[in-house]
């Protein structure tokens, strides 16, 4: 199954749907099946003491899964995560970005799978994991549940 | 076992170690096994259409459940978020707070479990539905894993 | 919302479509939101030393969910586990029954979402929480995804 | 870090702690970070229909996590599932073995995190993933919590 779009479509397309997250998330790579997505570390993201919190690796994790089914999908911004479920494992380096490595598992008629691994530049050992589940609205409904 | 703080210290507290955080979230209200904590909503939580975004209710979960652990455990920062789950469910109501009530299912030697109901403010069925799990450093040694 | 079938119907038609779980489980309590299901422990159950094996924990919450889906929907035997996630957090008690308390929390057109307590008999710290989504199949499809 | 177990020891060991489970599981490959195990399909595995159980599926993913850990800690049988999440994502194919391939992502002092993907041998998309956390026990204590 092709993708709708490609790296620079989709960037084009979540910069359109999601406003608030320019210049925070960057498509590094984009396959049919994988998608490698950047989080550009801002103070914001930050705990005391200079790392990374839960809810920035969180958003991390939602974006490239949301940017992978949209890549499969198309142009609809309502695809929506029903269930998620994360392993924080390591603290993330400090000052450094962070990269989520996205899989499609499952691509289903109305479901989507996706696992993530995060890793900080530069470090081998991931700082986290996640699986996230999305709902696809039906083509011809365009108001989901 | 008996807490180790009151609602107001609590608050105190978390002001203190997470200034960024301070004026999004209140304790309501807090026994020896439950919390209850209130996102007070601001654009920065919400999406194109009115929605508040998922990163921002896994704050609201995984802060309500850090207040909990730190309210039996006492002034210690150290406690680090290891798990996660959530189910999203309904979509939040536009325009209004959200409210998690929290319970305290496990408070071990150094695992702590929590589940939480977030609803908005006003409706009855819950929009989403969250468990957490907490890492408890040893109370001898300062610096955690 | 109605139940389609009280507990007496329930058990039966659990006995029907699953005959190998039979005499394992058995609904206790039955209502709109909520069901009480026992799993009446035997050898098979049972880890070296006593203990209750995890996978029977699962199958007690996925018994459970499934049981409360199908209490609304009706007879069908189609409605598919999608996902689960559980925290283990004491051992049972040896010799004694395991009870899940499981609540419906979302009842949607194609999901439904229920979280699950399980106590051992006579003992009032859960041994471990569950929740399950639960894939429905469209009405007038008896053919699953 | 070395195994402290190849598969051959490990597969001895395991009979030797869970007699139960003999004949069902197969370790069929394992390094330091990745171990590969079978399960023999048999009737009491399979639902109506010849399909595998949810339950079935979870104990091969928390025998593969378990072993991936025996093989790093040793021979003590004390390590505990904590937590576990798994996504149901297609049928296992009828009459054929599954094959859990478990990735140990995590192995700290306290807890030992591994992601699961499980496919009916002879198909090329994974029927299932899951994710397990262990509890080990300190060396020098053999009683677990």
Redesign the interface.
């Known amino acids: 199954m092709a993708l709708q779009m490609d790296a620079a479509e989709l960037m084009e397309f979540l910069n359109e ?4 997250v320019r210049e925070e998330f960057a498509v590094e790579a984009l396959s049919e099946n994988e998608i490698l997505m950047r989080l550009r570390i801002q103070d ?1 993201h930050l ?2 003491g200079g790392t990374v ?4 690796m ?2 991390l994790a ?1 974006c490239s899964a949301y940017a992978m089914v949209l890549a499969r999908i198309g142009r609809q ?1 309502l695809a ?11 603290k993330p380096a400090s000052g450094v970005d962070l990269m989520a490595n996205c899989r499609l ?2 691509f ?4 989507a ?1 996706c ?1 993530i ?1 995060i890793h900080s530049i530069g470090q081998e ?2 700082v986290a ?1 996640a ?1 996230m ?1 999305y ?1 696809i609205p039906p083509a011809r409904d365009p108001k989901p ?1």
Not at 17 to 20: A, E
Not at 80 to 90: A, K, P
């Open positions: 749907v999601f406003p608030q914001k705990r005391p919190s839960g809810p920035s969180f958003a939602d911004a929506v995560t029903t269930n998620c479920s994360m392993d924080f494992m390591r598992l499952k289903g008629r109305s479901l799978v696992d691994l050992a991931a994991r699986n589940t709902s549940e």
